[in-house]
């Protein structure tokens, strides 16, 4: 897995930035004592039949795009939405401030799409119309820019997403460098007890006491099971819910790049909403007819998009792995991405404890970094800090928490 750290200073220390709690645990040494060279540095790879002409237009005109936005380079166009947001969060990132984050929170009530629909302008350095950008052209943006349906998220996400990789569009904020980095029991129920959490499990006849307990279930899992004794707040848990070809994401690993023995494996599709729903289907079925259907589509996209005949792939190709996580019934579903007034009133009740302050929330959905380990940790620093909060730990073991895990940036 990697992940976009910031980059370390004269003195060896990383700088500021939105993943330093995961370098922090790269380099803990009682996590990890065998000391190895985890680093590999990654570019990202852009794939054109013809890098002297230009880029695909994805069929603008047949949809309706004046030629003034084709010309334009999409990624602009979303830079000069997300950027200015962006600034902000970093700003509020290196002064411990909140300005930034109370603007966000002001449009949290939009997703992407109606933010451009309804409220965003061009800048004037643009040269367009000023005026909202039409249906056409916003579902045009999203063809060429991400998945299907991803404008349909929060624009919060977004922002969020953007701050990750320290890049809006075009526009970049700060340094980063890539980097690769008792169970087996099902929960049935999570009720109140005298001074205590009662856990019920799967196989056992006798519920399990807790003087606290911090969950890290997957939201879709946690629906699964029944908290109606827990006492939760209102509205805390609720149903939730660049090639335009089926595959939609190539991906290109570096593992070992730089080795006498690199990667030979291509992450031929990362589809995410959905697109991800479409292809699911044809996975893991069971059937070979399908498996043979699901090999054939993706490698016939793979050679549209690189422009090489379909007689290659075959020989090339060794085995496929295919996985569909919204039906893994570990996690049912994917990382969170929140739609449109989700930051602002489900992540305000997941990041408080329940009504005796003895259950607690953490995984990285619980946090403003979805998708990545560094969510997970920030959270897993909040649920502690509530714990300790609850049990009415001195000023003094608060001081050791701090010193010893940092502050959050949440």
């Known amino acids: 897995m990697r992940y976009p750290l910031p980059k370390k200073d004269a003195q060896g220390r990383y700088k500021l930035g939105v993943m330093k709690r995961v370098c922090e645990l790269i380099d803990y040494s009682k996590l990890d004592d065998r000391q190895e060279d985890l680093s590999f540095t990654s570019t990202r790879n852009v794939t054109e039949s013809d890098t002297s002409s230009p880029g695909p237009d994805f069929h603008a005109r047949e949809m309706g795009v004046e030629s003034e936005y084709v010309a334009m380079e999409v990624e602009k166009m979303v830079g000069d939405i997300v950027e200015p947001f962006a600034r902000m969060l970093m700003n509020d990132l290196m002064q411990q401030s909140h300005k930034g984050w109370d603007a966000t929170r002001k449009n949290d009530v939009y997703s992407l799409r109606a933010y451009m629909s309804f409220k965003y302008i061009p800048s004037v350095s643009l040269e367009f119309s000023p005026m909202h950008l039409a249906t056409n052209v916003i579902n045009w943006c999203e063809t060429f820019d991400e998945s299907t349906s991803w404008y349909d998220r929060s624009l919060t996400e977004i922002l969020l997403e953007a701050l990750a990789f320290a890049k809006a569009g075009p526009q970049t904020f700060g340094d980063v460098e890539w980097k690769f980095l008792k169970f087996n029991k ?189 969510g997970a940790l920030d959270s897993a620093w909040r649920a502690v800090y509530e714990y300790l909060l609850a049990c009415g730990q001195p000023q003094i073991t608060i001081k050791m928490y701090f010193e010893l895990w940092g502050r959050n940036i949440e």
């Open 186 to 374: 099902s929960v049935m129920s999570i009720s109140e007890g005298s001074n205590a959490m009662k856990v019920s499990v799967w196989g056992e006849f006798s519920p399990r006491t807790y003087s606290h307990v911090i969950s890290t279930i997957p939201l879709p899992g946690l629906r699964t099971i029944d908290l109606s004794g827990a006492v939760m707040q209102r509205n805390a848990l609720r149903g939730q819910s660049f090639t335009d070809l089926s595959i939609r994401i190539a991906v290109y690993p570096s593992d070992g790049v730089d080795s006498c023995a690199p990667s030979a494996v291509l992450n031929a599709s990362y589809c995410w909403t959905n697109d991800a729903e479409r292809l699911g289907p044809l996975i893991n079925t069971g059937k070979t007819e399908y498996n043979e259907q699901l090999k054939e589509i993706v490698l016939r996209n793979l050679e549209e998009v690189h422009n090489i005949p379909f007689s290659f792939s075959p020989d090339q190709h060794v085995d496929t792995h295919a996985w569909d996580r919204n039906h893994n019934p570990l996690t049912m579903g994917a990382f969170a991405f929140f739609g449109p007034g989700d930051f602002q009133y489900l992540y305000a009740s997941l990041t408080v404890p329940n009504h005796n302050k003895r259950l607690h929330f953490a995984r990285e959905a619980i946090s403003t970094r979805h998708a990545w380990v560094v």
